[in-house]
């Protein structure tokens, strides 16, 4: 071989100089798409007369939508039906995680209990949640329960109070009186003597061991303040019952079918999963740790909260706050049964209507890839501070 | 001996405590209130013939089997042409077929299998399914094909080429190479920060206009795409799990035997990574396989789209019918998923067994 064609060929077989190559390939195809995508979709919406820019913002909506949490109506703006569509998806998530969260960690803890049958029980139910796709269950609930219920004037009611017909959840809605801003702040300032109280039995008992009966006292505080406020001012709300006019019920705090079986659907379904979690959180504590617990005299009670709890959130926490993205996600469904969401309002009727989808839908992706990333990078700075340190 | 066993356990799970009494009896007033009706509505209360909707509507307190029966060929095949039907059928039978044969464990020449399974048996669905005209087989377009066979299509395709596609991601994500990493930590965690639907709107609304006008995408193939790029990132996810849970010894190992970077990964690394993570991944498919269901919004009539279509049918309208429908969907996909679960779990055992 002529020294000439080795050295050719020595570069080929440097390691650093075949991963350049790979690199500027890989960043010449991306390239390449990129280009192409942009100046073939540029062609195409010129072509189609669809908007390049962002100017349908401030246009005229035209459209009604039956839920919104900021002032809107059909006059409003393309961008104001985005805030509506925002805040709507963020109500669901603000309801649904509570009650996904507490309904998944009591069948998770019935998962775990030792009475068989329930546990059973619990092992049946997270079956059938976790192999149902989630859009089955909201069609269920939502066509073949809620749109089947009688109308407002046979509306199944509780004690007068709460109403549930083929029109929606009704409930007493609270009214503000005169005095209620001081029962807000009475309510605030027990929380915080609570919390002071609190911190102040933990430092005693750190430097002398004698316990302080902290629930008592705040259980006193947080109840005796605000009925004190409302023995002296009277009761800071009164509670607008829904009352049946015409053909209608009127009054009241009206949740809308598809939110209902939005909320419904998310919270059963995501439980399941989050059950799951619990139960593999809380199996992934050696026993040893409660063995050690009972052995220092810990009743099981206490074993639970202070020894294999704290443990198994390091453990739970992580894929818990994945379940609360999934919940987020989620929501978009919505637009399967018509409950005005992000997606449903912008990605649907706004998108159909302005036909400008790239800007649409890059909106749309920002807000969730927004949440998302928010949410993991606050996931890192709770792994960073919980995470186990080895030596 | 076996009684006094019997209720020693009884006594240990059962009646442990007070409260423990307590649970156990409530659930079995709850079990013996619900199961005998469930089940006398699914079975001896249950309508099972009828050529419309009027037994139904007159007997509400059983199922409307007989509304399922009616409309079985629709949610088979949707509108795809009856005399072509037989080609569904075939396609269906060579899947199963080759399913059995990589799914069961100790079958002989699996590799085989494989290899049909992920590259012979895409072009011969695809051209039995689309027709083609150089072996006389008309040809039917995809605004014809719906019900559970397009259900099972949009799956399979999804696991068939989303697996692959998430090795490479996730080989692409442990790269050296800070190019190939980017890209592929970008792809991933974009393509996991969205829901789904938005995936689907957007391979439905911006891949016909990001490419030339002539090439315009198939309406099916766009759904498709969506779900290939969607279920790959998730599989990346999985199979980096099984990367790093490898030892740094397996890759010195393969670098000092002078292996290179395709060789130690095909023949070290991916076989054992890979086969940790066998149970995230068919969680993956379960996952998948729900999500098959979201692909109506683009307007793809899938499975569950044919069973909303068949409800609507005015000669078949009444509450019970409805509820029917539903219920009979939701075992389609549970004894699917619940299927793929126990499969798994199955998996799993054996290869516990070997590592112990």
Avoid at chain 2, 65 to 86: C, H, N, T
Avoid at chain 2, 234 to 249: C, D, F, I, K, P
Avoid at chain 2, 324 to 351: D, K, N
Wanted: glycine share 8%; aromatic share 10%.
């Amino acid at each position: 071989m002529d020294p000439a064609s080795a050295k050719r060929w020595s570069w080929l077989n440097d390691e650093r100089a075949r991963g350049l190559i790979c690199q500027i390939l890989l960043l010449g195809c991306i390239g390449a798409l990129a280009c192409g995508a942009i100046y073939n979709a540029v062609i195409n919406m010129r072509a189609r007369g669809i908007p390049t820019g962002f100017g349908f913002w401030n246009d005229v909506a035209g459209f009604d939508i039956n839920l919104h949490l900021i002032s809107y109506s059909n006059l409003s703006t393309y961008g104001q039906a985005f805030w509506v569509g925002l805040l709507n998806t963020l109500l669901i998530a603000v309801i649904s995680i509570p009650l996904a969260t507490l309904l998944g960690f009591a069948i998770g803890v019935a998962r775990l209990s030792p009475n068989w049958l329930l546990s059973r029980f619990a092992l049946v139910y997270t079956s059938i949640m976790r192999n149902t796709p989630l859009l089955l269950l909201l069609l269920f609930w939502y066509n073949s329960v809620l749109k089947a219920l009688p109308g407002p004037r046979q509306s199944i009611s509780v004690g007068d109070v709460v109403f549930l017909n083929n029109r929606g959840l009704y409930l007493p809605m609270p009214v503000a009186r005169e005095s209620a801003p001081w029962f807000l702040g009475a309510v605030l300032l027990a929380a915080a003597l609570a919390i002071a109280f609190r911190l102040w039995a933990q430092w005693r008992q750190d430097r002398t061991g004698t316990q302080a009966p902290t629930v008592l006292v705040a259980a006193a505080l947080i109840l005796g303040l605000p009925a004190l406020v409302t023995a002296a001012l009277g009761a800071p709300f009164v509670f607008d019952i829904a009352r049946l006019s015409g053909f209608n019920l009127r009054g009241g705090l009206q949740v809308i079918p598809e939110m209902a079986a939005l909320v419904f659907g998310l919270v059963t379904f995501t439980a399941a999963f989050i059950a799951e979690i619990v139960r593999a959180g809380v199996l992934a504590v050696p026993i040893g740790q409660s063995e050690a617990a009972g052995a220092l005299g810990l009743h099981r009670g206490l074993s639970m909260k202070l020894v294999v709890i704290p443990q198994a959130m390091r453990l739970i926490t992580p894929p818990l706050t994945s379940q609360y993205l999934n919940i987020v996600k989620n929501s978009s469904l919505a637009v399967f049964i018509g409950y005005p969401d992000l997606v449903q309002i912008f990605a649907g009727t706004v998108l159909n209507q302005t036909q400008a989808a790239v800007q649409v839908m890059a909106i749309t992706m920002a807000v969730y890839l927004v949440i998302s990333l928010a949410v993991a990078m606050a996931l890192n700075l709770f792994n960073a501070r919980y995470t186990l340190k080895g030596r | 001996m076996l009684s006094s066993g019997a209720l020693a356990w009884a006594r240990a799970n059962l009646f442990s405590s007070i409260g423990s009494t307590f649970v156990t009896v409530g659930c079995v007033a709850l079990a013996a209130y619900l199961l005998p009706q469930l089940v006398a509505w699914a079975t001896t209360r249950a309508n099972w013939s009828g050529t419309d909707g009027a037994v139904c509507r007159q007997h509400q307190d059983g199922a409307c089997w007989a509304f399922v029966i009616a409309k079985w060929d629709y949610l088979r095949f949707g509108s795809y042409p009856l005399a072509e039907r037989w080609r569904v059928d075939a396609v269906e039978a060579i899947g199963a077929l080759l399913i059995v044969w990589l799914l069961w464990t100790n079958a002989p020449r699996r590799t085989w299998g494989a290899l049909l399974f992920f590259v012979a048996y895409p072009i011969l669905a695809l051209v039995l399914l689309r027709g083609s005209s150089l072996l006389g087989l008309p040809i039917v377009d995809t605004l014809l094909w719906g019900g559970i066979f397009v259900s099972l299509l949009t799956a399979v395709v999804g696991i068939v080429f989303s697996l692959p596609l998430g090795v490479l991601l996730a080989l692409g994500r442990r790269s050296s190479l800070p190019v190939v990493r980017a890209a592929s930590v970008a792809f991933i965690e974009f393509v996991r920060g969205v829901p789904f639907i938005t995936i689907l709107f957007m391979a439905n609304n911006l891949l016909p206009l990001f490419v030339p006008e002539a090439w315009a995408p198939d309406r099916l193939l766009r759904p498709l795409a969506g779900i290939i790029i969607f279920s790959a990132a998730y599989m990346a996810e999985e199979v980096r799990g099984g990367l790093q849970s490898l030892t740094r010894g397996q890759y010195e190992a393969a670098v000092a035997l002078g292996l290179n970077y395709p060789r130690m990964m095909a023949l070290v690394i991916l076989p054992q990574a890979l086969t940790l993570v066998i149970p995230g991944i068919v969680n993956n498919f379960i996952g998948l396989f729900m999500d098959t269901t979201l692909i109506s919004v683009v307007g793809v009539t899938d499975f569950l789209e044919a069973m909303n279509n068949a409800i609507k049918d005015p000669v078949w309208a009444g509450p019970t019918i409805m509820v029917t429908g539903y219920v009979f969907a939701g075992i389609f996909y549970f004894v699917f998923c619940y299927g793929m679960a126990r499969y798994s779990a199955h998996v799993e055992r054996i290869l516990a067994k070997g590592r112990k």
